[in-house]
């Protein structure tokens, strides 16, 4: 098996990181290499770091965000493949042995169905049982929504360098564009069906930076329709693909103001007017039941 670089920025997480890295620390038949970038913690973290030894490596930056962080840990990895795992996150002990069994020589990224665990009044526990997930040439899929979970990903190190690793311009959904980047290559994407990510949710973490999130995800967007494989894409395709961040975005935004959420739906119904469950959203924000 070749070796797996780990990647897992944290900051202030003291509370969970240790359980992410002894998941990481406990994957059968794979040789892992576990980088932990602890992104200027005031907590905690670097005395819960320091009780592991040397059995991880650990990077410390000022405070500049996981974007960086991320690409911080790649630039020391020696391993062949990079995993990304953030802090709150968990791994089954299989995972990377059986995402690997999967790969080839065009398929150099793979991810997991993921379980969700901690707050879910608003998810189910499998991450398919509320989303499709999908394989292969997966370009025009990924422009209606990331369902890659940063988390359960791998990719071919050379490929994460080739690709420039994560764009620091961006704040937020750097991984969606990262795998949107890949796959305009002609890159293959591998799934493996088996929820072997563990996805932490948190209460009231959607109420977080909900503007920031939807001005994240319509340049990410964006960006992708202006690579030459975006290019090609029909003008209905394009337009669902915007509709659909104001749609996942009404979706956070309305347990914290009906009203916003409203709003944002209606520019998802103005944009692609088609799509039913959309009014049935905005039904249940003027009803108070979002």
């Not at 997930?133 to 071919?156: C, H, K, P, W």
């Not at 959904?173 to 293959?188: F, H, I, Q």
């Not at 337009?239 to 347990?255: C, D, F, H, L, M």
């Amino acid at each position: 098996m070749p070796t797996v670089s780990v990647l897992i920025p944290v900051y202030n997480g003291a509370d969970y990181v240790a359980n992410a890295i002894y998941s990481v620390l406990h994957q059968r038949a794979v040789d892992v290499e576990a980088i932990v970038i602890d992104d200027g913690s005031t907590d905690g973290t670097p005395q819960v770091l320091a009780a592991f030894g040397d059995r991880i490596r650990v990077l410390r930056q000022a405070n500049a965000g996981h974007v960086k962080a991320r690409n911080q840990g790649a630039r020391i990895a020696r391993g062949e493949w990079v995993a990304f795992l953030d802090a709150d996150d968990e791994w089954l002990p299989d995972k990377l042995a059986k995402q690997l069994a999967l790969t080839n020589d065009r398929t150099h990224l793979v991810y997991t169905e993921r379980l969700n665990f901690g707050d879910l009044e608003r998810v189910q526990e499998r991450q398919s049982a509320g989303v499709r997930l999908y394989e292969g040439d997966v370009f025009e899929q990924l422009l209606l929504g990331n369902f890659l979970t940063v988390s359960s990903a791998i990719m071919r190190k050379s490929v994460y360098d080739r690709l420039g690793g994560f764009a620091e311009e961006l704040l937020v959904c750097e991984d969606w564009d990262m795998w949107l980047r890949y796959s305009a290559e002609g890159g293959l994407v591998g799934l493996c069906r088996e929820p072997l990510t563990r996805y932490r949710w948190h209460g009231g973490s959607m109420t977080n930076n909900l503007q920031r999130m939807l001005e994240g995800r319509l340049k990410v967007v964006r960006r992708a329709l202006a690579l030459p494989r975006g290019q090609q894409v029909s003008r209905a395709l394009a337009r669902r693909a915007i509709a659909s961040v104001w749609e996942t975005s009404a979706w956070y935004a309305a347990p914290v103001s009906s009203l916003q959420g409203l709003g944002w739906y209606l520019h998802a119904a103005l944009k692609w007017p088609w799509k039913l469950s959309v009014y049935k959203a905005m039904l249940k924000c003027c009803l108070g039941r979002a």
